[in-house]
Nanobody
Framework: QVQLVESGGGLVQAGGSLRLSCAGS????????MGWFRQAPGKEREFVAA????????YYADSVKGRFTISRDNAKHTVYLQMNSLKPEDTAVYLC??????????????WGQGTQVTVSL
């Protein structure tokens, strides 16, 4: 079992930056692919970025490509999402997830509770 705890969300002005962290438990953290998703009020959960267990493979949603960077530190059991040039439409609850397969869909096994990101004009 893997438990995930996100942190780093907050309120930021458009054009600003935030770095989200997701700390995972368990000794097999490096064997899991990790994903970041987001969900805005009244909208479906959507894929943001994903990274393989070694960190060599990454995927991004077109809407964040070039602005967001996903990375991981397996020694710290943590995955990060660096978000730059934030836009109001990036406002959402951001959730991290762990699974056995690198995927852009929501078929991950484990999910965190999420952290709120709000981008103001």
């Amino acid at each position: 079992q893997v438990q995930l705890v996100e942190s780093g969300g907050g309120l930021v002005q458009a054009g600003g930056s935030l770095r989200l962290s997701c700390a995972g438990s368990g000794r097999t953290f490096s064997s899991y692919a990790m994903g970041w998703f987001r969900q805005a009020p009244g909208k479906e959960r959507e894929f943001v970025a994903a990274i393989g267990g070694t960190g060599l493979s990454t995927y991004y949603a077109d809407s964040v490509k070039g602005r967001f960077t996903i990375s991981r530190d397996n020694a710290k059991h943590t995955v990060y999402l660096q978000m730059n040039s934030l836009k109001p439409e990036d406002t959402a609850v951001y959730l991290c997830a762990a699974g056995r397969k690198l995927s852009t869909s929501t078929d991950y096994y484990y999910w965190g509770q999420g952290t709120q990101v709000t981008v103001s004009l």
